[in-house]
C-alpha cells in the first residue's frame, strides 16, 4: 500500500481512530478497577491466605520460665569423740568422704597422728549451702580442732590467698604441706633401710649404709623432692648413675643407680619440687632395681624416712588477712563452743533434779515405814522414860545420887 497517496483528510481520520481506541481502552480498565472489593485492592495474596487473614489462629503463649532459688551459704558445726581414728570420728560427726579427706590433709600428716589419742574431741566448722530452705550439699572445712584431755588443742584454719590457691594453716601461719616429698619415688618395699654397720650383699663387708634402698620396677621416674640446684650428675663408681641436688643450705639429696637421667640434666641445672630428675635402674653395685636414696642435712647423713622436714609457712604478704581471718573462724568456733556446753549443763542440771526428787521420794518413804513401826510402842517408851526421871529426881532429893546421866 502507498501511503504516499493518502489524502491529508484520510490521514487524519485513520489518526483520530487510533487515538480514540487508546482512550477507550484506558477508560474501561479504570472502571473496572474502581469496581472491585476493597480488600482485593489492598492484599495481592490467594483466596487461601485471605481467608486465613480474616480468621487467625490463636497460639498459646511459652510456659513462664522458672523461678530460680536463692543460694545462700551458712557456718554448721560438728563435734564428735575420737575412740579409734580420725576417720571414724569423722563418721560418727556426719561428716561427708570428701570432708574426711580434708581432715586427713590436715591432722594425718606423721607428727601430727602422733598428738591424736582415744578421748580427744573434733570439733569441726564448716559450709553449708541452702537452696531456697533446703540443704542442697556441704562445702569446704573451715576450720576444724583436736582438743585433748588437758584442753591443749590442735587447730586449723582455712586460708584462700589473692591467687585462689587454699590451703590449711595453724595459728601461727604454718601450712600442712611439707617443704620436700617424703620420697623423691613410688616404691613397692624397702630393701635396705638406714643403717651405720650393714652387711653389703655385693661385697659381703660390714660397713656404713647412710641411706635406703627404694625397690622400684625399672625405669620408674626420680623426682626432686624440692627447689634446688644440680651440683653434678655423672657416674660414680660402685653408684652407678648418681644425681646430688643441693635444696637451699640445709638439705641435699643423692640419688644412685639410676638407669639414666633426665634428658634436660647437667650441673647447675635448677629444678623445682616434683620434677622428673632421672629414671630408676640397676647401673652400679646393685642386686636388682632400686632407688638409693642418701639424704644430707648440714653436711650429715640422716635418716629419710623419719626426718621431720618443715612445713611451707604463709608469705608475709599475706599475713595479716590470713590472722584477720583465723581470728574471725575460732571466735565462731569458741560461740558454737559455748553453745554446746550451755545445753549440756542445762541437761545435767534437769537429769540431777530428777534424779534427787526420785531420791527424797524413796527417802520419805523409808521414814514413813520406820515411824510407822515404831508408832505402837510409844506410849510404853515414853511411860519408862518418865518413871526413871522420877525415880531419878527423888535419890537427888535424898542426896544419894551424886552424878548422874539422864538417858532421854
Not at 623419719?306 to 568456733?333: C, D, G, V, W
Not at 559455748?338 to 531420791?359: F, W
Request: proline letters at 6%; a positive charge.
Amino acid at each position: 500500500m502507498d501511503f504516499t497517496k493518502w489524502t491529508p483528510k484520510l490521514r487524519y481520520i485513520i489518526l483520530t481512530l487510533f487515538i480514540g481506541t487508546i482512550i477507550g481502552h484506558l477508560v474501561k480498565n479504570h472502571i473496572e478497577s474502581s469496581t472491585k472489593p476493597a480488600f482485593q485492592q489492598t492484599l495481592a495474596l490467594p483466596k487461601e491466605s485471605a481467608t486465613i487473614q480474616q480468621k487467625p489462629i490463636a497460639v498459646a503463649a511459652p510456659p513462664p520460665a522458672p523461678t530460680q532459688l536463692p543460694v545462700t551459704k551458712t557456718i554448721e558445726f560438728k563435734t564428735s569423740i575420737i575412740h579409734h581414728s580420725l576417720g571414724q570420728a569423722a563418721h560418727d560427726a556426719g561428716l561427708t568422704a570428701d570432708m574426711t579427706r580434708q581432715l586427713d590433709a590436715m591432722f594425718a600428716s606423721q607428727y601430727r597422728s602422733r598428738e591424736i589419742h582415744p578421748g580427744d574431741r573434733l570439733e569441726v566448722l564448716y559450709h553449708e549451702y541452702f537452696v531456697g530452705d533446703q540443704k542442697d550439699h556441704p562445702g569446704h572445712i573451715v576450720a576444724a580442732k583436736i582438743i585433748d584431755s588437758h584442753h591443749k588443742d590442735l587447730s586449723m584454719v582455712r586460708f584462700t590467698t589473692s591467687n585462689n590457691q587454699s590451703n590449711y594453716y595453724t595459728p601461727s601461719g604454718e601450712s600442712t604441706k611439707p617443704s620436700y616429698l617424703t620420697t623423691p619415688v613410688h616404691y613397692n618395699r624397702i630393701a635396705s633401710g638406714f643403717s651405720y654397720s650393714r652387711f653389703d650383699p655385693v661385697i659381703h663387708k660390714v660397713h656404713p649404709h647412710l641411706g635406703v634402698d627404694l625397690d622400684a620396677p625399672t625405669g620408674t621416674p626420680v623426682k626432686a623432692i624440692g627447689d634446688g640446684i644440680v651440683l653434678f650428675c655423672h657416674q660414680m663408681h660402685g653408684y652407678g648413675n648418681v644425681v646430688m641436688i643441693q635444696y637451699n643450705n640445709t638439705y641435699k639429696t643423692l640419688y644412685a643407680h639410676l638407669e639414666k637421667f633426665a634428658g634436660h640434666m647437667h650441673p647447675h641445672e635448677h629444678v623445682t619440687k616434683g620434677e622428673v630428675v632421672g629414671y630408676v635402674g640397676t647401673t652400679g653395685w646393685t642386686t636388682g632395681p632400686h632407688l638409693h636414696y642418701s639424704l644430707y642435712k648440714n653436711g650429715k647423713a640422716v635418716n629419710p624416712l623419719t626426718i621431720h622436714f618443715p612445713n611451707t609457712s604463709l608469705p608475709e604478704r599475706y599475713r595479716q588477712a590470713f590472722f584477720y581471718k583465723e581470728n574471725h573462724r575460732l571466735s565462731e568456733m569458741k560461740l558454737f563452743e559455748d553453745a554446746m556446753l550451755a545445753s549440756n549443763e542445762n541437761n545435767t542440771n534437769t537429769v540431777k533434779k530428777a534424779v534427787t526428787t526420785k531420791t527424797v521420794t524413796h527417802a520419805k518413804s523409808k521414814h514413813y515405814v520406820t515411824h510407822h513401826h515404831y508408832a505402837k510402842n510409844r506410849k510404853k517408851h515414853y511411860v519408862i522414860r518418865h518413871h526413871r526421871k522420877k525415880h531419878l529426881a527423888k535419890l537427888k532429893r535424898h542426896h544419894i545420887v551424886h552424878h548422874h546421866k539422864e538417858y532421854a
